[in-house]
């Protein structure tokens, strides 16, 4: 906390401020504020002035440019400013209780570049994604390729067995509970998966590599499935196509 008095705005401040003011503490207590923090003074003349006209005000996450160990930095500040009144009840000084906030600042921008990379990445994977949260595995996300296999069906927010009914019929349903109980992955290696709509094109066959990895959490509890696999679909009719031509090669060299 500080407070500034006066027209000089004469500073005085609390022991818990002494580590911001670093290089200019000796000389900080009674300094006039303008000048103490001149490199500051831009971001917080306003609200001074505002507490000086009897407003009180607060701002959260404020960018300050600072030069206070010799070099410019940018930090970030959370801060209220009350006014003070004298004896004769006029204003004649402001309060303020402040915040250094740059490293949550600084974390919470490097977790959103990191997000948006690993989002971009979700998105455009060459595999099928999605993540489903609860014990009714309530899909939460899906990547572009897990909307494809599915025959782009309204999916979101919808537990599995409602928005994905051949789930139950087809033995994933159980495979899905079995890994929220259990705790351990499942991994299926070209195993069937049928959406039952058929797309331009395409069957609504799969043939399709898959795992269900559990998600945990801080408690060690699983909290969710996040699907991942590769359909396999392409590859398997290529090779079938493949194995029936060198069948027939054979027939006929055999004849």
């Not at 003349?45 to 070099?71: K, W």
């Not at 402001?94 to 979700?122: H, P, S, W, Y």
């Amino acid at each position: 906390m500080y407070l500034v008095w006066g027209e000089e705005l004469v500073f005085l401040f609390n022991d818990a401020y002494a580590p911001i003011l670093g290089p200019r503490l000796d000389h900080a207590m009674g300094a006039p504020l303008r000048s103490l923090w001149a490199d500051a003074w831009p971001a917080v003349r306003e609200p001074i002035e505002q507490a000086f006209a009897g407003r009180g005000s607060r701002f959260e996450n404020v960018p300050v440019a600072m030069n206070r160990y010799g070099t410019p930095e940018d930090t970030w500040w959370t801060f209220s400013f009350s006014p003070l009144h004298g004896e004769e009840e006029a204003v004649a000084g402001a309060f303020c209780v402040t915040k250094e906030v740059t490293g949550m600042v600084v974390a919470q921008d490097r977790l959103a570049r990191e997000n948006e990379r690993l989002i971009a990445l979700f998105e455009k994977s060459p595999l099928f994604m999605a993540f489903l949260t609860g014990p009714e595995h309530c899909i939460e996300l899906v990547n572009p390729g897990y909307a494809s296999l599915i025959g782009h069906r309204e999916v979101i927010g919808r537990p599995v067995v409602e928005a994905l009914p051949e789930v139950l019929d087809q033995g994933y349903l159980h495979l899905l509970d079995e890994v929220y109980r259990s705790g351990e992955p499942y991994i299926g290696h070209k195993v069937a998966y049928d959406s039952g709509i058929a797309q331009a094109g395409s069957d609504p066959r799969h043939i399709v590599d898959v795992v269900f990895q559990p998600c945990k959490d801080e408690a060690g509890r699983v909290n969710g499935i996040f699907v991942q696999g590769l359909d396999l679909t392409p590859q398997v009719a290529l090779e079938r196509h493949l194995s029936l031509t060198e069948a027939r090669h054979r027939q006929i060299m055999d004849s």
